[in-house]
């Protein structure tokens, strides 16, 4: 099995909530290297634009409004089997549904803001890490 990249953005409930730590526990515990990582704040414009793919849909503006509500922490994370492995700790979106122990479960509030995010496919981790870092700023564990 080949080695894959996922992003994940800490999102602003997780930073409100003084999370980063357990949540970045979480992920090492589970064999991801993490090979980018900054502390930013989305604009209404950046935040759109990330979630461009879906806007139209109801719940679009409070999406934006809320992930450029406060800092994030986007990560760029390397694994095996990246993509799906990343889904299956973080949980389901709404937190009443995600499996006891995942990240989700154990530190979500609701749907809306619901800790972190992680990319729905191999194409689109290397998109929405692109959106966030540069190759530069990729680095290769060793």
Do not use: W
Not at 100 to 108: E, H, N, Q, S, V
């Amino acid at each position: 099995m080949a080695v894959e990249r996922t992003l994940a953005i800490l999102k602003p409930d997780c930073v409100r909530k003084n999370l980063i730590g357990e949540v970045i526990a979480h992920i090492q515990k589970a064999g991801f290297k993490i090979i980018a990582m900054k502390k930013t704040r989305l604009t209404n414009e950046t935040a759109g634009g990330f979630y461009a793919v879906h806007k139209g849909r109801p719940f679009y503006d409070s999406l934006v409004e809320f992930m450029s509500s406060g800092a994030c922490v986007p990560l760029a994370l390397e694994k095996e089997n990246a993509v799906a492995d990343f889904r299956t700790l973080i949980g389901a979106t709404d937190p009443k549904e995600a499996a006891p122990g995942t990240i989700r479960a154990l530190y979500a509030d609701n749907k809306g803001e619901n800790i972190v995010h992680g990319s729905d496919s191999y194409e689109n981790g290397k998109i929405e890490i692109n959106f966030f870092f540069s190759s530069q700023e990729l680095i290769q564990n060793e």
